[in-house]
């Protein structure tokens, strides 16, 4: 499962907010009437309105991008290589061509503009030319009326292959000189000793995202010559980029909306069926779907990289980590997509959140024949937590510690400095988020309920075969773009009178991928304005760049563009309550210049925090006269009203774009790898209590309980479904998710073979949130979504080894691995 799990019926999914974490009180709820009359709750930050899409997605009633439907639309298809490695003699599409009900069938020859894309590197063909370099590559693709018929066309297109033998060993790769990215991070003394020293090789498997909503979208051409497309993605900006390059196009002839998506996690950042479709209907002059199989959509988009992991740790006798060696490994496949920084993530995060004087890491990334690797849940931190956090749990038995107190004598703090000399400015309660999950109450003992035994309701196991374990690990990860990448969101906001009442329209390109980012939005707006009609626009390109919906960002990115065009519409309601510039209308006040600065009433600076005498904090105060926004008035000090949204959106609609942008970041200096390259940190500790059948190889997770810093909880449900998703999945890591690849070939591509957890496999979870702000983000928050999914998987493994004494050195765990058959 990939969201939010569990029921209200076990205490243990209730969030225990931490008391002494000092955030701010919620505003009070507002009433929104509805035109039907009922009454409902529509709240701020701090609170969990309901989510609009949720009851839709109950009821089966959501349209997902794989329901859009246009008339006189055709259905594409794509002919896939069935080799790893290859060079193309001759492509005959004749027989294709001549299937009744076929209307295109296009290859790389029929590409109008560059044949190549890329998020950062264009390196990968829109369709293949002369060479396939991955078993599944595009090579043709067909328009038809009926999906059958396309898919029947491209079975008959014929291509004269000569193969040639695959790389598919990442080390074979990196001494043949695939090499991708190599980052070193240097710092202290490279020959320091230790009078403890532990080693370890870990492997890590290649892990798919598994969304359910396969790739799809559709094309319809446009009377000005470019093309409309309604697509499921993270990025619409990066998409139309490449889209708009392909088809030799101006961007603004190429038009994305966000249609519904069924899932994410990284794999949709790189494009899928966006030019294929695109061309076709550019070709035929007529809209154009494509919809991928499950099949089909284990090829056609990126992966997890699988990693080798070799760390060397030198403690003193009492644990003290004097000195961390690493070289870690990772397969980026056949095409860059983000490798380099998931490189870069794996070096920079890769002793994990401790204090270490002296450090040496190589990080190499490499092209291989295997299936491309990018994006996904963790970037580059999950394998390098695997390592590290099995690498302390062996520290902590060769110095006689338990898990917990090694890692706690090594626990970063506020103030410490990482590996790449960055100061970590802000909480780091990395020793409290361990301390939180080790004191909450053990699970009860194994009982005689064959439900609860590792064998289940096949009732193969019994209560005295069963040994329980119990392990810890915690994981850090960076938020938002890092290395000097220029970082922003943009955000339009726009505040009217519709039927009598002041009505908020908030309109940005970030992309809802499940997080739940259009509440967010909605309650940024609502705090801000003080307003209960909040109204939020369907993503598309009409308005500028939100950024990719990855990093942990949008939250912090977007709800910091939409906080500051908030603030900018306050400016000039103030402007206009005042008869001052902007009185009679807007007069752009709030306008976001060049370098991200807000222009006008008030500044924002680097930290997206708005100084002077312009706006203030989430409280919906403005300074300096003492004016409060809320409840649609804007009142003084002492409470008297001096004007309502009534009134003063009488002169007209008031609408401001900003764009925000993070503090700098800087790219790592390639040599010593030293520099600040990342905006923000993020921890989480997990312990998982496991119950194993060491003779049937069975392990069950009984529970797992975790704790967190979210900085801010923004929609308090919101943040507990990201931290139970986020452990689920890296749960499926610890014990069953897998592409099996032999010889570039992937062997398992269908949910029958390629195993998620399902509600029986996700336990019970305890979670601690803590909401320790930090100063340089908006409302302080702390991106989310990612940290749960790093150190579960290390946690669950650990228990694991706890149980069995065996080293376990790979995830994930099979059966074979515990029983020594494999």
């Known amino acids: 499962m990939r969201g939010g799990v569990g029921g209200p019926g076990d205490p243990l999914w209730a969030v225990r907010r931490d008391p002494d974490a000092g955030h701010p009180a919620p505003r009070p709820s507002v009433v929104e009437a509805e035109p039907d009359g009922a009454a409902t709750v529509s709240q701020g930050i701090g609170a969990s309105p309901v989510r609009p899409d949720g009851a839709l997605k109950v009821r089966g009633e959501f349209a997902f991008s794989s329901d859009l439907w246009a008339d006189d639309m055709l259905w594409g298809a794509t002919l896939r290589s069935p ?54 590559e595009p090579v043709a693709i067909v328009a038809a009326d009926h999906p059958e018929t396309a898919r029947r066309a491209a079975e008959r297109i014929v291509v004269d292959y000569r193969v040639r033998e695959p790389v598919t060993d990442p080390e074979a790769a990196l001494a043949g000189g695939r090499l991708v990215r190599h980052v070193p991070i240097r710092r202290g003394d490279p020959a320091a000793v230790a009078e403890v020293v532990v080693t370890g090789e870990y492997r890590v498997g290649m892990q798919d995202q598994a969304f359910l909503g396969p790739e799809s979208g559709l094309a319809v051409p446009a009377p000005d010559g470019g093309v409309e497309l309604y697509v499921a993605t993270q990025w619409l900006h990066a998409d139309q980029r490449q889209v708009a390059a392909a088809l030799g196009l101006p961007v603004e002839l190429v038009r994305l909306s966000l249609a519904g998506v069924g899932g994410a996690f990284g794999a949709r950042e790189d494009l899928s069926m966006q030019v294929h479709a695109s061309l076709l209907a550019l070709r035929t002059g007529r809209p154009v779907k494509m919809v991928y199989g499950r099949e089909e959509s284990f090829v056609g988009h990126v992966h997890r990289h699988p990693a080798i992991l070799r760390y060397e740790h030198g403690a003193t006798r009492d644990g003290e980590l004097v000195y961390v060696r690493a070289r870690i490994l990772l397969d980026g496949g056949a095409y860059t997509s983000t490798t380099p920084a998931v490189v870069a993530n794996a070096a920079s995060l890769g002793v994990g959140p401790y204090r270490v004087p002296n450090v040496t890491v190589d990080a190499y990334g490499v092209h291989t024949n295997n299936p491309p690797c990018g994006a996904m849940r963790g970037f580059g931190a999950v394998q390098a ?25 090594n626990a970063l703090a506020e103030g410490g400095v990482m590996p790449t000399g ?14 939180l999950v080790r004191d909450r109450p053990a699970p009860p003992p194994v009982g005689d309920d064959p439900r609860q035994l590792p064998g289940g309701v096949a009732n193969t196991t019994t209560p005295e075969q ?47 991928v499940g997080q739940g980012l259009v509440t967010v939005q909605a309650q940024i707006a609502r705090t801000e304005l003080g307003v209960s009609r909040v109204v939020v626009a369907t993503a598309d390109t009409s308005v500028g760049s939100a950024g990719s919906s990855s990093a942990s960002r949008q939250t912090y990115m977007t709800g910091g563009a939409v906080r500051a065009a908030c603030r900018a519409v306050r400016a000039a309601l103030v402007a206009r309550l005042a008869g001052g510039p902007g009185a009679g209308g807007d007069d752009g006040a709030g306008q976001v210049d060049g370098d991200g600065l807000v222009d006008g009433d008030g500044l ?21 006269d ?22 003063l959106l009488g002169a007209g609609p008031v609408e401001e774009t900003a764009r ?50 979210v900085g ?109 058959t494999g």
């Not at 749990?393 to 898990?403: I, K, S, W, Y």
């Not at 924002?604 to 300096?624: A, I, M, N, T």
């Open 83 to 136: 080799h790893p490695s290859a060079t193309i003699r001759r492509i005959d599409i004749g027989a294709a061509l001549a299937v009744p009900g076929v209307y295109a069938v296009l290859t790389s020859d029929d590409v109008p503009g560059d044949r190549y894309y890329g998020l950062d590197v264009a390196d990968q063909p829109v369709l293949a030319v002369d060479e396939v370099c991955y078993r599944g």
């Open 385 to 409: 937590c695997f390592g590290y956090e099995s690498q302390m749990d062996r520290l902590a038995e060769a110095v006689g510690l338990d898990p917990v107190q090694v890692r706690l004598r």
């Open 422 to 435: 960055q100061v970590v400015e802000g909480p780091a309660p990395v020793a409290r988020l361990l301390e």
């Open 466 to 512: 069963v040994v329980r374990g119990v392990g810890y690990a915690i994981g850090i990860k960076n938020v938002c773009f890092s290395e000097g990448f220029d970082d922003y969101a943009t955000a339009r906001v726009r505040l009217e009178l519709i039927g009598g009442e002041p009505t908020a329209l908030v309109h940005t390109a970030a992309a809802e």
């Open 604 to 624: 924002v600076d680097g930290d997206g925090l708005v100084d002077g005498g312009g706006l203030v904090d989430g409280g919906g105060l403005v300074d300096g």
């Open 626 to 647: 003492g004016l409060e926004l809320a409840g649609g008035a804007i009142r003084d000090a002492a409470g008297r009203t001096l004007g309502t949204l009534v009134d």
């Open 660 to 709: 925000w942008r993070h503090r700098p970041t800087r790219p790592l200096d390639p040599v010593t790898g030293q520099g600040d390259a990342h905006v923000q940190y993020a921890f989480a500790a997990h312990r998982a209590t496991v119950d194993v059948d060491p003779e049937l190889g069975l392990v069950r997770v009984v529970e797992i309980a975790t704790a967190q810093d």
């Open 712 to 820: 801010r909880a923004i929609n308090p449900q919101a943040v507990l479904g990201q931290i139970h998703g986020g452990t689920a999945q890296g749960l499926g890591l610890a014990l069953m998710e897998e592409l099996q690849v032999a010889d570039g070939v992937i062997r398992n591509p269908s949910f029958t073979d390629y195993l998620i957890p399902t509600v029986l496999d996700v336990p019970p979870m305890a979670v601690d949130v803590l909401e320790l702000a930090d100063p340089h983000a908006p409302y302080g928050l702390r991106g989310v979504g990612e940290p749960p999914t790093i150190s579960a998987t290390p946690a669950i493994v650990a228990a694991i080894r706890a149980a069995t004494g065996l080293p376990l050195a790979r995830v994930p765990v099979r059966p074979e691995h515990l029983t020594g």
